[in-house]
């Protein structure tokens, strides 16, 4: 088969790559029908993070079931199937707390080290499922093919917003702000709305970003950064600043931003991935009572919630997807993500 | 009258001072009937924050209204009134949500530039109190004096401890760590008790400090520290540690263990005062979804809530006071508590 291999930094390659074979009992073959490319796969394209030997790469995906390990029991073969971004048994006492990223047993994809052995990248053809019976979701049925792009973001960027949005107590009349405006600053916007809150302020500088942050519930934008940006942020909420903030970027700059912006008591949802060793600064968080928490999103856990809000038109986190593209030309999918020139595209192979 | 100056290191006099008067029309004069020394009260004796000139010290007491403003609506002379650890309107938007620590108009016991002029410190004859409406909470008529240890906790230790187990979410069968074996340690023992918690660990090494624990409501005493501490904790907990954790010191080395001892998703509830520029590990936080809540604790918000229970008798703080000295011992006082020879020293004048 053909799967997306990262060979350093800006040398993204569709190449051809072992079959994938189920080896565990428990696992599953799943044959791609959309994958896309995550804000956090820009790290190594960009060097930031280095790529010292050739990588499989990519880790959202919805696909078809093509077989099943004998111990599977609840999925089938032909089933319609969200991945999160991780694969986890949901079983273990950790899962069952609802923090399946820290499964007992789970691991990431692309993994030389998996449960029966190497873990599959999501941006190919196929890919091999670790516990199948707890990673995979599957739908009702075959989903109408417009729903694809929205189901596909149960795989990661709305169960991530979504995460933030909860970490951060987010409920009905909670005052919101959003840091970050790539597709999961947006689905955390629209998290927001979900939940209740009554005013969502999203940080953008870019126009359509803006216009899909609107449609997602966002109230206000404030184009301002660093000081600027909090000064007027605390304009907006009585000199204050609101009740909770979403950080979706995962920079020292975005952390402070959060943290500074929030009104005493108020608590920061964090789901940026923390890049470049950033800390938290604790003094001015005991001076404030202004609280952490969050982390990297445990979304399998939070897809029953979302599922049925996806299915019967509710929630439509896949308008992230302004950019569609055959798997083949991956490269220009992550070059176009790098240059801004999209929010998120959607792979099809 | 007279009044606790700290000089310098180990430098501490109970000496002649100026009266109080009453300058802003909101304010009260409190004739104090009971203070104490804190934790936080030995980083200067011990010279880890520097005193560069003589300054009035003490921020926890009782007493006896002598004297009010003209604007003083609520509160009497004659009133036996507990303060908390700052000023406060307890009308401003920060109050009113909760974090009277935020105050937009409170303030600190001993500063040069309060409202009025200079604020006394809590450990002198007589405090002159701005905001005197706000700040103050009067007892319904003058309380049994075996009373007066229980409502002076009620200043800070105990609402301290209780802002440690809210901020780390603790309720009905949480299970819960607490860190830090001082008085705020000793009283979120015993907030976590009364909120519900189900098995609560006292992380301690001074048997006078486990037996108050154990009355308080723990469940267990670890002896540990550092990574033997954690491990020790894990096992008490399926392997992978408890719900909350209630960080009652406010060291790098305390927060580690806080942090590092949660179960993944567990929340981390600090009041300990941060010391030495401690900043929180965001890499690990993030990975194990383990947050970080609290802050100076916003006591006078808690006092409504606790006060009734200490006045009927079910909730008994004052047990961490281990030495009572008349106030003119101050400097003993301190010298009891910086070498461990006390838990809490409770100050008469």
């Given at each position: 088969?053909?799967?997306?291999?990262?060979?350093?930094?800006?040398?993204?390659?569709?190449?051809?790559?072992?079959?994938?074979?189920l080896?565990?009992?428990?696992?599953?073959?799943v044959?791609v029908?959309?994958?896309?490319?995550?804000?956090?796969?820009?790290?190594?394209?960009?060097?930031?993070?280095?790529t010292?030997?050739?990588?499989?790469?990519?880790?959202?995906?919805?696909?078809?079931?093509?077989?099943?390990?004998?111990?599977?029991?609840?999925?089938?073969?032909?089933?319609?199937?969200?991945?999160p971004?991780?694969?986890?048994?949901m079983?273990?006492?950790?899962?069952?707390?609802?923090?399946?990223?820290?499964?007992?047993h789970?691991?990431?994809?692309?993994?030389?080290?998996?449960?029966?052995?190497?873990?599959?990248?999501?941006?190919?053809?196929?890919?091999?499922?670790?516990?199948?019976d707890?990673?995979?979701?599957?739908?009702?049925?075959?989903?109408?093919?417009?729903?694809?792009?929205?189901?596909?973001?149960?795989?990661?960027?709305?169960?991530?917003?979504?995460?933030?949005?909860?970490?951060?107590?987010?409920t009905?009349?909670s005052?919101?702000?959003?840091?970050?405006?790539?597709?999961?600053?947006?689905?955390?916007?629209?998290?927001?709305?979900?939940?209740?809150?009554?005013?969502?302020?999203?940080?953008?500088?870019?126009?359509?970003?803006q216009?899909?942050?609107?449609?997602?519930?966002?109230?206000?934008?404030?184009?301002?950064?660093?000081?600027?940006?909090?000064?007027?942020i605390?304009?907006?909420?009585?000199?204050?600043?609101?009740?909770?903030?979403?950080?979706?970027?995962?920079?020292?700059?975005?952390?402070d931003?959060?943290?500074r912006?929030?009104?005493?008591g108020?608590?920061?949802?964090?789901?940026?991935?923390?890049?470049?060793?950033?800390?938290?600064?604790?003094?001015?968080?005991?001076?404030?009572?202004?609280?952490?928490?969050?982390?990297?999103?445990?979304?399998?856990?939070y897809?029953?919630?979302?599922?049925?809000?996806?299915?019967?038109?509710?929630?439509?986190?896949?308008?992230?997807?302004?950019?569609?593209?055959?798997?083949?030309?991956?490269?220009e999918?992550?070059?176009?993500?790098?240059?801004?020139?999209?929010?998120?595209?959607?792979?099809?192979?």
């Open positions: 088969m053909r799967a997306t291999v990262i060979h350093g930094e800006r040398d993204i390659r569709f190449e051809e790559v072992a079959d994938p074979t080896s565990t009992g428990g696992d599953a073959i044959r029908v959309a994958a896309c490319v995550c804000g956090s796969d820009l790290w190594p394209y960009r060097g930031i993070t280095p010292p030997r050739p990588k499989r790469i990519g880790h959202e995906f919805v696909g078809i079931v093509e077989a099943i390990g004998p111990d599977v029991l609840t999925i089938s073969v032909g089933d319609f199937v969200i991945a971004f991780y694969d986890c048994d079983t273990c006492i950790n899962c069952l707390n609802g923090v399946s990223t820290s499964c007992l789970g691991g990431w994809w692309g993994s030389d080290d998996r449960l029966g052995g190497f873990a599959d990248g999501a941006q190919g053809e196929r890919v091999r499922v670790p516990h199948a707890g990673s995979l979701v599957a739908t009702p049925g075959a989903p109408a093919e417009h729903l694809v792009p929205s189901l596909l973001t149960l795989a990661d960027v709305m169960g991530t917003g979504h995460h933030a949005a909860v970490s951060a107590g987010v009905r009349g005052t919101v702000v959003v840091v970050g405006d790539g597709a999961v600053g947006l689905c955390a916007v629209l998290a927001a709305k979900r939940l209740g809150a009554s005013r969502i302020v999203a940080m953008s500088r870019h126009a359509d970003r216009a899909v942050a609107r449609e997602f519930g966002a109230t206000d934008i404030v184009e301002e950064r660093g000081a600027e940006g909090i000064a007027r605390k304009e907006l909420f009585d000199g204050i600043g609101p009740d909770c903030v979403l950080e979706c970027v995962g920079t020292q700059e975005s952390m931003q959060a943290l912006s929030a009104r005493p108020g608590m920061v949802g964090y789901v940026g991935v923390p890049n470049g060793g950033a800390e938290l600064p604790i003094g001015l968080m005991f001076g404030t009572n202004v609280g952490a928490n969050g982390g990297v999103a445990p979304v399998r856990n897809i029953d919630e979302l599922l049925p809000e996806v299915l019967d038109g509710r929630l439509n986190p896949g308008r992230v997807f302004d950019l569609e593209l055959p798997m083949a030309e991956v490269a999918a992550y070059a176009a993500m790098d240059e801004r020139r999209a929010i998120k595209v959607l792979l099809r192979p």
